[in-house]
């Protein structure tokens, strides 16, 4: 089955401790890229790969870190979270870079920080 | 710059209803426009992508326009179900950006009542 994975599901952790959340997918994309979804800021985008070893920042880049080693995975590293960082990530792929394509998303990942 | 307003942001019909939901972009120049549905605390998932070029999409009960002139968009759902109830995101990628990104609506939280 074609799909998004995304581990762990749930976290809860502590000030400065560092985490990394993993992103898989199986569909052979080149595009992949890291939401988190806030209650009235909607999605935004933190940050995005074109394709293995290629990255950038989006919307809200600060207090994370990507890495794009292989194509299928794109893990989301937070070295030293902090409480306004709690909220729902998920991971998104899609085909390509071109905007044509429909983009997939994981089944999200809720962070707290306390 | 490109911003995504979704109205209304609650909606409540009784099962069997047809209806619409609205999403409204300031910028017409987009590469396309899709529609997810979100359930509570779970991943998007992709309803219909609508191509620049298209006018609508159709997917079972489901049918999205697309007037790119006007920056609307909307989500006919036929014959509501309570299996329907959810939160709808429709999402534009716009063309005039320095680099590719996908900007979210707000949301249209749907609750079918049996």
């Known amino acids: 089955e074609a799909q998004v994975t995304q581990n762990p599901r749930y976290l809860i952790t502590v000030t400065g401790k560092k985490l990394t959340v993993t992103c898989s997918q199986n569909?052979?994309?080149?595009?992949m890229s890291w939401y988190r979804q806030d209650p009235g800021l909607g999605l935004r985008q933190i940050y995005y790969?074109?394709?293995?070893?290629?990255?950038d920042k989006g919307d809200v880049p600060e207090g994370y870190k990507v890495s794009r080693k292989e194509k299928r995975n794109f893990p989301l590293i937070l070295e030293s979270p902090s409480p306004n960082q709690t909220s729902l990530y998920f991971c998104?792929?899609?085909?390509?870079?071109?905007?044509?394509?429909?983009?997939?998303f994981g089944p999200g990942t809720r962070l707290t920080v306390l | 710059k490109q911003e995504v307003t979704q109205i209304p942001a609650a909606l409540s019909v009784p099962e069997g209803e047809n209806l619409v939901l609205n999403c409204s972009f300031t910028d017409s120049a987009i590469y396309n426009l899709q529609w997810f549905r979100q359930d509570p605390g779970k991943g998007l998932t992709s309803l219909l992508l609508i191509q620049s070029s298209q006018r609508e999409q159709t997917s079972g009960r489901l049918n999205a326009s697309l007037d790119k002139s006007s920056g609307r968009s909307t989500l006919y759902i036929a014959a509501s179900q309570p299996g329907d109830s959810a939160t709808y995101l429709c999402?534009?990628?716009?063309?005039?950006?320095?680099?590719?990104?996908?900007?979210f609506g707000p949301g249209t939280s749907l609750s079918v009542i049996p």
């Open positions: 569909m052979n994309h080149e595009y």
């Open positions: 998104a792929s899609r085909r390509d870079w071109s905007s044509y394509n429909e983009q997939f």
């Open positions: 790969s074109m394709n293995v070893e290629v990255t």
């Open positions: 999402a534009v990628s716009p063309l005039k950006t320095s680099y590719d990104k996908v900007i």
